[in-house]
């Protein structure tokens, strides 16, 4: 067994004591964790009711990484080449809560979290499921999981593979004790030529590797392209109601308070200072209930009123000038579309910089703070469809956008870059085929 397999193991040993503590301090953690704990007996339960066929197993940590992988799964589904003449079924398992939100664009046969990362667990589940294919999404390598798809001679890919800057898996130390896993890996797609170097110093052998591109631009192209065809945008904006000739709409997307502060404070100091009226639409990243409430009281401290989307249908219409607050989850990527700008949040206070391609792909100006390790919001911006600002310049950054022509240009640039992105779907596929013709 390789060093990350043992470290793995250790750490799956300790989880019956770590969740008892973690249930107090973070009951998200603990929840997932006793999940993963219970996940061998019901992988293994359904596994052995499941209907004789193809398998393929995908993983991903949350919902950004399944979301990415969805384009490419559906393409290696739909295409029906399997030897037993049966499209494949999809098992979907990811290590965090938030993995349920990618479930509706995965069409899976059955979803929920992965073993915990021992030889037992990882085992069991392999056995009872019998997968033809394991997939991991993004860089999510389980090391217990990737050596027991060995034993049982699984083969294994990774698709969307990147290494972001300061990754912790790209330390030396992570190296040393992974190298082995991303040794085993049948076959690799990057999203770029340098997160393709970066494999292979993770240990990825080069006569594996392809750089197939990130499928999560093909999937932000279908949603923006079906909210407008299926009347989604419509609806957002009646329920949003008419904001005024003069007044602009900014949806900021998976915010949290840094984001949140700064943007409350840019969209009143751009008022101020005589530029544009901006129409406030809030989606924080965590619609927890705490987490809504202290939204919607930092408003009310600084003399804004904020109106909750669920509480949008007990009126006419949100009251002018009012932030709305989306307490929901599942529909941002539909909700862009409905906007003149877009903020991504995650760039101001350090929990890293949430998706940038769904707000280009609905042709908006994409609007992030400084504090981020993504190569693509790095790219969007080089090619003008992205405006990195500090929570300082953010007013006058929003005053610059009052001119329709800027705003065009930038949407137009934003949408170009998604465009110019898309095929990986395709790519990955044929990679996953020549690995596991079905």
Not at 139 to 148: K, N
Not at 280 to 307: F, K, M, N, Q
Not at 370 to 393: I, N, Q, T, V
């Amino acid at each position: 067994m390789n060093a990350g397999a043992r470290l793995s193991g250790v750490a799956a040993r300790a989880a019956p004591a770590a969740e008892v503590l973690l249930r107090r301090l973070r009951p998200d953690i603990g929840r997932a964790l006793a999940g993963r704990r219970r996940a061998a007996a019901e992988l293994a339960a359904w596994g052995r009711r499941r209907a004789p066929g193809p398998l393929v197993w995908l993983h991903g940590a949350s919902a950004g990484e399944l979301l990415g992988a969805a384009p490419a799964i559906r393409t290696l589904r739909s295409r029906g080449a399997y030897r037993s003449g049966r499209r494949a079924q999809l098992l979907v398992t990811h290590s965090s809560p938030s993995g349920r939100g990618a479930l509706p664009w995965l069409d899976s046969d059955h979803a929920g979290y992965p073993p915990l990362d021992r030889r037992r667990d990882c085992d069991a589940a392999l056995a009872a499921l019998r997968p033809g294919l394991l997939v991991f999404a993004k860089l999510d390598v389980w090391p217990g999981l990737a050596a027991a798809a060995a034993r049982a001679g699984v083969p294994t890919a990774l698709i969307n593979g990147t290494v972001r800057a300061g990754s912790r898996r790209a330390g030396p130390v992570a190296r040393r004790l992974f190298r082995q896993s991303y040794a085993r890996l049948g076959a690799v797609g990057a999203a770029s030529p340098e997160d393709a170097r970066q494999l292979v110093a993770l240990g990825v052998r080069a006569d594996r590797l392809g750089v197939t591109g990130d499928a999560a631009f093909d999937l932000a192209l279908e949603r923006a392209d079906r909210a407008r065809a299926d009347g989604s945008v419509a609806a957002f904006r009646a329920a949003l109601g008419d904001p005024g000739a003069r007044t602009l709409r900014l949806i900021a997307g998976s915010t949290w308070p840094a984001d949140e502060g700064a943007l409350l404070d840019g969209v009143a100091a751009a008022r101020r200072a005589g530029g544009p009226v901006w129409q406030l639409v809030i989606a924080p990243h965590e619609p927890t209930a705490p987490h809504i409430d202290a939204l919607v009281a930092s408003c009310a401290a600084r003399g804004e009123r904020a109106v909750r989307w669920s509480r949008l249908g007990e009126s006419t219409g949100p009251p002018a000038g009012a932030v709305i607050v989306l307490d929901e989850v599942g529909r941002l990527a539909e909700l862009y579309a409905a906007g003149d700008a877009a903020w991504v949040g995650g760039g101001l206070g350090g929990t890293g910089l949430h998706n940038v391609l769904e707000p280009a792909a609905a042709g908006l100006p994409v609007l992030f703070g400084p504090r981020h390790d993504r190569a693509d919001a790095r790219a969007l911006e080089a090619a003008g469809g992205g405006l990195g600002s500090p929570a300082g310049a953010l007013a006058d950054t929003l005053s610059r956008l009052a001119d329709p022509r800027l705003r065009e240009h930038h949407g137009r640039a934003a949408r170009a870059f998604v465009e110019a992105g898309a095929g990986a779907a395709t790519r990955t596929a044929d990679l996953l085929s020549s690995l596991w013709p079905g």
